[in-house]
């Protein structure tokens, strides 16, 4: 039980930002995240890494945060949704979901546009049977899909200038 | 400019694309708890002992509560909406004495940290007695095994719908279908966010609740009884809710425990936060139903003259707001059809299995599957395209009145089919097919119409239970200008995704002649605004009409008091006056003139500088609260006939399915969605709420199952296994739309957004056509992979339905 | 979730000796698939904790074990009731006993009930499981009863 639990020290970077804390290590990665940072734009929506809605770039690449321990991130750079806007410009992907009607209750939003950061840089044209892939992980009860698969395809043109 | 109609970006993206959305799990609080629910492993059990001693020890632990403890902090039960003998069924949020279904908190565990209660949780040691369960609500009916003692039976409710002459018409009828047996499966929409609360029972002695319950109005009714509070002494707030489909409208169970643990914690805030595989297991199902000894009489056209049959509803556990479901369906009878005689004698029971509570297309979605595999099954046996099967039956005047009394309000059915049928590309997908057959392949072509019955008459609930104090429906908003002059707009809806700040600044937009940029709405619900009534909340496709109503009715008051401010500032006459926006802002002005008055300076005299005002009108605050009530009267409960909802939302699909021979696996190759909701508002989400119940639809109808062993274990319940739909298994949607206003609503809007289930009605005719070559008749609304395996390996001949030629 | 299982094994033990073995809980019970501890509350009931779990899902499951019937020398039916990590299990096992030429025919059968959690996490893997820990029982107590046999048999 927790009492014999040593905390172990980790330091991790988020959008930016340099952290060092003190955890259990049994502590998930989406908890520390939301729970001892505070930053609760990223949800946690199941527990068997099926949802997708704690989606977030660890070292680049997209990871289900409630699957990794906050340990396992020690030394690595992580970017959550908090992180996409910059100087008060909104990413090409929030303006286009937005556009696109990518979202309702927005509960999936995070995760699935960190998904969608992650397959726009590995391949910045996607067809649609590629988006539908690059989110397959990623659950939306709202929409349908079928506006967020719209969406990353406008984010791609936008960004493709 | 008109803002009808439009579809300008939503209010609700500012915050929810930045991760700035604000739900529950998102609270955290000084010195705030946390609560672990011990669950039962068992469907069916005497508990002996719960020992929770181990747990109190553990540092970090601050109390626990067991069922016993629970029984003896409530003075009562929580409400059941059913009548006798139903209505004594003593249902606590934590199993007293017995369990009735696995996953049901046993005993709740409260600690500094969700992992520490989660320890305790663990060390809480329950003894238990195994019963058996019972699975069907066929077998409950028997009652053999009496699952709740306080009532003496499994049999919640029992009724028959009769209306016109049923046996003459079988009597008189070319052909008579008889259809053994179908069955509508267990599932939910189950939204992202899993059910969540902070609660806060304040040593002074008021209870606080930040929730993501999504009927306040109802739930706070429930609540204040059962935890020995008045309804005012809660305060009840939602702010951004991850989804709901119905499902979050029966989480006041949890929240009751919630508000138990933090009173015996010390008045500490304690937040409870499920887990998905708790969701699955206990947070409610959808109504799982079967109809037996069906038939169908129609003429020598294949026009359906009379139906009778025999339905079953199994609500699980305890029927709580369950009951309602055995009346509900009849909003839509007759479906969009023309047939005047039914009889259909509707039984409800309680199962070893997870509640059933209210989700997207509620009981009226299982009876026009119904009515929906009747069209097609007929057609199939009397070899008459489905397409042209539709045609022959369909409403076609409007307002159309039901047989059982409810009025439909517009449509135009027709018009729909011929939308969807281009959309598909109908012909072309005709001529694959008979391809298709010459060559052995299995691919059918299945139609489904549907209506989203808007806008309840709660005065259902007493045919339901003749002695519930409920009828009509009402709903809310508030608006004033504040003392800085901005216009601000409360809602009593409490939504979860639907755009409510986002259509309500249309409304008030176009009413005021301003843009919806200059409307703040506040996100979400509080009870503290005072903007609620006993049916405020999202629920039953409504908000188009009870809540944009409220709205409207509200800019309406709050116009007049401004025009009577304004003429008395301008000394001008009222009928001079108009709205809108000048270089200073929003504002009225003299027609004609460079006279205005703009809403700041409105604001500040009504607020702050009212001596100006010189003693008159003392009436006028620029702050109006406004009650929408639709005009309905009170069921005639014996005949179970009155109008039970205002609009008739509508909508027809059409997809086309390849089955492979081999595996089973059911391919959705094309998919249309034709939706006719009245007059748009905001076509935008419109359509995103057609696409979003189409995917619901089609998850339920393809992969989405609550599979229950003989014993009572939930075998689905974890996504893993439960697979939800996602972006791999969703269609591209030909979308369309036809607009018939409705005559009943003040823009002709009519409420929508559950769907009807379409795509279930749609699936199962796709498969039916695909399968009909192979003599099978689909009969269960599951096309899983296995299922239509099963059904290809059986060749099910005895599906059990008979045609009679006269 | 239940599980019926049966079969039978031959012993060159009498039948009397072979009864005696199985109709007491302490020699029984430490025959159970990854057997623990054994800890008696009376002569026909213990408290028996097994390791259990499928992958990486582990715990220790704490079965109250009874000798719920016993007919010397011809019957002995135990009946178990375990918890492991807010799931349970219900088991039967029942064994009869026949004298045959060289010693005795034990006729095994009995029901394995499971619920809850570990039920659902396991999936469809947890009947295989199940039966995969009901034959190391059995093998168990076959070899305990009679090893040279057993040896034999397998070999």
Known sequence: ?????????????????????????????????????????????????????????????????????????????????????????????????????????????????????????????????????????????????????KSIQAAAKEMAG | MSWIGKSPN???????????????????????????????????????????????????????????????????????????????????????????????PVAAVVAETPALAADGGALVDVDYDMLDAVITAEQAMEDEEVLHESAGTNKTWQGVYEYGEVDAAFDEAA??????????????????????????????GELDFFCNNSFVGFAQQLLAPALGVSVDQMHIKTHDIGGSFGNKISNYTQ????????????????????????????????????????????????????????HID?????????????????????ATYGVRNFRIDFSQAVTNKCPAVPNRGYSRMQHLWFME???????????????????????????????????????????????????????????????????????????????????????QARIMNPHLPFSGNSEVATIRIDLQGSVIVTLGSGPSGQSHETTTAQVVAEELGINPDLVRVRSGFDTGWNTFVGHSGSYASQFAVTGLSAVHGACEKLKAEMRRLAAFILEASEEDLEFGIGEEGPQLSVKGTDQAVNYWYMGNLVNNDNAVLAGELGDVTLNIRHVYRPPFTVPDVERKYGNLTLTYAAQLHIAVIEIDRDFGHPRILAYAAVDDCGTVINPKIVGGQVHGATAHGIGAAIMETFQYDETGNLLTS????????????????????????????????????????????????????????????????????????????????????????? | MAIQFDGEFKVARSRADTFEFLADTQKFAPCLPTFQSLGMEDD????????????????????????????????????????????????????????????????????????????????????????????RLIDALQIALDPKQAEQASG
């Open chain 2, 314 to 334: 199994d609500c699980g556990a305890y029927p709580r707001y369950e009951p309602l479901g055995c009346v509900i369906w009849s909003q839509v009878l007759p």
């Open chain 2, 10 to 104: 939503r209010k609700e993206d500012v915050r929810l694309i930045r991760g700035q959305g604000y739900f529950v799990d998102d609270k955290q609080d000084y010195g705030l708890l946390h609560l672990h629910l011990v669950r039962s492993p068992y469907a069916h059990a005497h508990i002996i002992n719960v020992d929770v001693a181990a747990a109190e020890a553990l540092p970090g632990v601050i109390c626990t509560l067991t069922g016993a403890e629970v029984k003896e902090l409530m003075p009562e039960s929580f409400m059941e909406l059913g009548p006798e003998p139903a209505a004594n069924i003593q249902d606590y949020p934590m199993a007293v004495g017995k369990v009735i279904f696995q996953g049901e």
């Open chain 2, 255 to 310: 929240m009751a425990i919630a508000a138990l643990a933090s009173r015996k914690a010390g008045g500490r805030p304690v937040k409870w936060a499920e887990t998905r595989t708790e969701h699955l297991l206990s947070s409610g199902h959808g109504n799982e139903r079967t109809f037996l000894d069906t038939e169908v009489a129609l003429d020598k056209n294949g026009v359906i003259t009379a139906v009778r049959s025999r």
């Open chain 1, 1 to 149: 039980m927790s009492e014999d639990i040593d905390k172990v020290s980790i330091q991790i970077t988020i959008n930016g930002q340099h952290y060092k804390r003190d955890v259990e290590p049994r502590l998930l990665l989406v908890q520390f995240i939301r729970e001892e940072l505070g930053l609760t734009g990223t949800h946690i929506g199941c527990d068997v890494t099926y949802c997708g809605a704690c989606t977030l770039l660890v070292d680049g690449k997209p990871v289900k945060s409630c699957t990794m321990l906050a340990v396992q991130a020690d030394g690595c750079e992580i970017h959550t949704v908090e992180g996409l806007e910059q100087d008060g410009e909104l990413h090409p992907l929030q303006k286009a979901f937005s556009e696109n009607h990518g979202l309702q209750c927005g509960y999936c939003t995070p995760g699935m546009l960190m998904s969608s950061m992650a397959l726009l840089a590995e391949n910045p044209d996607p067809s649609p049977d590629e988006i539908r892939k690059g989110i397959s992980g990623n659950l939306c009860r709202c929409t349908g899909y079928n506006n967020i698969i």
């Open chain 2, 175 to 204: 052909t008579v279908v008889k259809i053994d047996r179908m069955h509508f499966h267990r599932f939910a929409s189950t939204p992202v966010e899993n059910n969540a609360v902070v609660a806060e029972w304040k040593r002074h």
């Open chain 3, 44 to 135: 026909g009931t213990a408290t028996v904790k097994i390791k259990i779990g499928i992958g990486k899902v582990r715990g220790i499951a704490t079965i109250n074990l009874a000798l719920e019937e016993s007919e010397s020398p011809t019957r002995a039916q135990y009946s178990g009731k375990g918890k492991v990590m807010g799931s349970a299990f219900n088991l039967i096992s029942g064994f009869n006993l026949e004298e045959i030429d060289g010693g005795t025919l034990v006729k095994w059968s009995g029901e394995l009930k499971m619920f809850g959690k570990l039920v659902a996490l396991a999936g469809g893997l947890i009947k295989p499981i199940a039966r995969k820990d009901i034959k």
């Open chain 2, 718 to 806: 974890s996504f893993s296994d439960y697979c939800p739909i996602t972006s791999m298994n969703m269609p591209d949607v030909q979308y369309g739309s036809i607009q018939t206003p409705s005559p009943f609503s003040y823009s002709g809007a009519k409420g929508m957004g559950e769907g009807g289930g379409a795509p279930l009605h749609t699936v199962s005719a796709a498969v039916q056509d695909a399968l009909i070559t192979e003599g099978i008749i689909v009969t269960d609304s599951h096309h899983s992979v296995t299922s239509v395996f099963e059904l290809l390996r059986s060749k099910d001949e005895s599906s059990g339905v008979q045609v009679d030629k006269r």
């Open chain 2, 373 to 459: 595999r009747i069209i097609d099954i007929c057609a199939h046996k009397l070899d008459i395209p489905a397409d042209e099967m539709r045609l022959r039956n369909y409403i076609t005047e409007f307002p159309y009145t039901t047989p059982n009394g409810c009025v439909y309000d517009s449509g135009n059915y027709p018009a729909m089919l011929e939308k969807a049928k281009e959309l598909i590309g109908w012909d072309d997908w005709k001529k694959k097919q008979a391809d298709a057959r010459a060559e052995g392949r299995l691919l059918g072509i299945g139609i489904g119409t549907t209506l989203d019955s808007g806008t309840n008459n709660f005065g």
